[in-house]
């Protein structure tokens, strides 16, 4: 579980209440490297539920849902959750790619690895073992209001298993607004906007015309399966004018400074997001400790 600091800090909150409000901050879950942009941390993934958060709670909902399950009789095989595939971190791939070895082999993809075996858990255990129509999808989902004699919990075992480990609470609205909205204006900063033309004209002089780095990575061209060398050649050329333009630090520094002051701004509503988070994880850890 990714720790959290509190830190103190003056400001007023969202609502123009003035005065003082503990703002979340995160640490590091990978050792810095200031090279990697997988190893930073923006001030608002200190708001924002964690891997390892995420799947606690998964896990105890699949717990109390299995168990409501047993008291009808029945067995139930949840879906595996699925492994990762491409950015490890919020920041990383936030400002576009930085693996030059990667992108030699794959252009703008994933690592083969991680899609193959992401591509054979999908097919495996993307979905459960339930029948749509079955008596077990009808428990598991309230389909049914009674089954030998026994009342079938409202939103069936599923919905048993959210009102547990409090569903709603990894409801971060305001913290994801905030992050996505930092991530927009962040672009429009004099520093990056000079960062984004010394990049469009270093590919310029290899070749390419695009005005902006993810421009290039989400070229139409570059979205089927197969890798082809115009990719490659594009994605090398993309990191080598990155790196002669230092994009990811400068557009990362000036989202630092637009979510510190916008978390400053917000810190009431967005304490209140996270305490219902710790809440809901604290839930989480109870049940899957209890059935452990």
């Known amino acids: ?7 103190s800090a003056t400001g007023c909150s969202a609502d123009g209440a003035a005065g003082n409000h503990a703002i979340v901050t995160p640490n590091p879950t990978l050792p810095f490297n200031a090279a990697d942009p997988a190893t930073w941390v923006l001030p608002i993934e200190g708001y924002l539920p964690s891997d390892s958060e995420r799947k606690q709670v998964s896990q105890a909902r699949k717990t109390v849902a299995g168990d409501c399950m047993k008291r009808f009789g029945l067995t139930w095989q949840p879906a595996q959750d699925l492994p990762r595939l491409g950015p ?13 070895a990667l992108a030699q082999e794959r252009g703008y993809k994933p690592a083969a690895a991680e899609q193959e075996a992401y591509d054979r858990a999908a097919q495996v255990g993307a979905l459960d073992r339930t029948s749509d129509t079955g008596p077990q999808a009808r428990v598991l989902q309230g389909g049914i209001k009674e089954v030998g004699g026994r009342s079938v919990p409202e939103g069936g075992c599923l919905g048993e298993a959210e009102r547990k480990v409090s569903a709603d609470a990894f409801d971060t609205t305001v913290a994801q607004t905030l992050s996505n909205e930092a991530f927009a204006e962040s672009q429009q900063s ?22 902006r780095p993810l421009d290039a990575s989400d070229d139409p061209r570059f979205g089927t399966q197969e890798v082809t ?16 333009s230092d994009v990811a630090k400068v557009w990362f520094d000036a989202e630092v400074a637009i979510q510190h002051d916008r978390i400053e701004a917000q810190a009431e509503r967005l304490n209140k997001e996270r305490e219902s988070l710790d809440d809901a994880v604290k839930k989480a850890a109870d049940v899957v400790v209890g059935s452990s």
């Open 88 to 100: 490890k971190t919020l920041v990383d791939w936030r400002y576009g790619i930085h693996d030059m």
């Open 190 to 211: 004099p520093e990056v906007m000079k960062a984004f033309k010394t990049w469009s004209s270093c590919m310029k002089a290899s070749g390419f015309a695009y005005e």
């Open 229 to 244: 060398p115009l990719e490659i050649r594009t994605a090398t050329a993309d990191i080598t004018c990155r790196d002669k």
């Open 1 to 7: 579980m990714v720790a959290i600091s509190v830190i």
